[in-house]
């Protein structure tokens, strides 16, 4: 049997789906996470090729991609990929996100050779991931991105003892700092700030 309330609309979602402006909108604000997401790519190229003496050649030959999607937890979002490196064992990727609704992020993405590589220098830096805001994934499940509990905890709440436990207990590591969507105008400026600080984290 039908259930005819479902086929009806609130007043609120007649008035939305009678105005095109908001989704041309919409599309102008992902437009405009495309833009940031290409500036930034060439900054992160510009250092990434700086920093090519110690950096596996695989992530310096690595290309960005920037991608979009309409349904992480129900919300459109942008991705910007780079450097990045995926393989079935070995992970070495910088994920940036814009999330409609929640907030920008980067991430750095470590499995394999590539967490083997640098986990120890991840774990010398802790003073500088508090200093900087960053999380460290507490998850099972290295693809979800959101900042609960259950993903994500502040690498302030650590002792260097649960540090080094928390990166050696999962066969992957994954650190993440995030910020608010009002701070947009500052964005690029913060995202590569980030990016430098990842460099540092895992260089020495």
Wanted: glycine share 2%; proline share 2%; net charge neutral.
């Amino acid at each position: 049997m039908t259930d005819h309330s479902k086929l009806t609309l609130s007043d609120e979602e007649l008035q939305l789906v009678s105005n095109s402006e908001w989704i041309l909108t919409k599309h102008n604000i992902i437009d405009s996470a495309y833009q940031l997401f290409g500036k930034l790519a060439e900054t992160i190229k510009t250092t990434v090729e700086l920093e090519n003496s110690w950096l596996p050649l695989k992530v310096v030959q690595s290309t960005a991609k920037i991608s979009k999607g309409e349904n992480y937890l129900q919300l459109p979002y942008v991705l910007l990929d780079y450097p990045r490196c995926f393989t079935a064992e070995n992970t070495f990727a910088v994920r940036t996100m814009f999330w409609w609704g929640n907030f920008f992020s980067m991430t750095i993405q470590l499995s394999g050779i590539y967490k083997e590589m640098f986990a120890g220098n991840i774990c010398k830096n802790r003073d500088e991931l508090i200093r900087n805001n960053f999380y460290i994934c507490v998850n099972d499940d290295q693809w979800q991105h959101h900042f609960e509990e259950n993903n994500y905890c502040s690498v302030s709440r650590l002792t260097k003892r649960k540090l080094e436990q928390a990166l050696q207990q999962k066969y992957f590591v994954k650190l993440a700092v995030k910020f608010p969507l009002q701070q947009w105008k500052d964005m690029h400026e913060l995202l590569e700030r980030s990016f430098t600080e990842i460099v540092k984290m895992i260089k020495d």
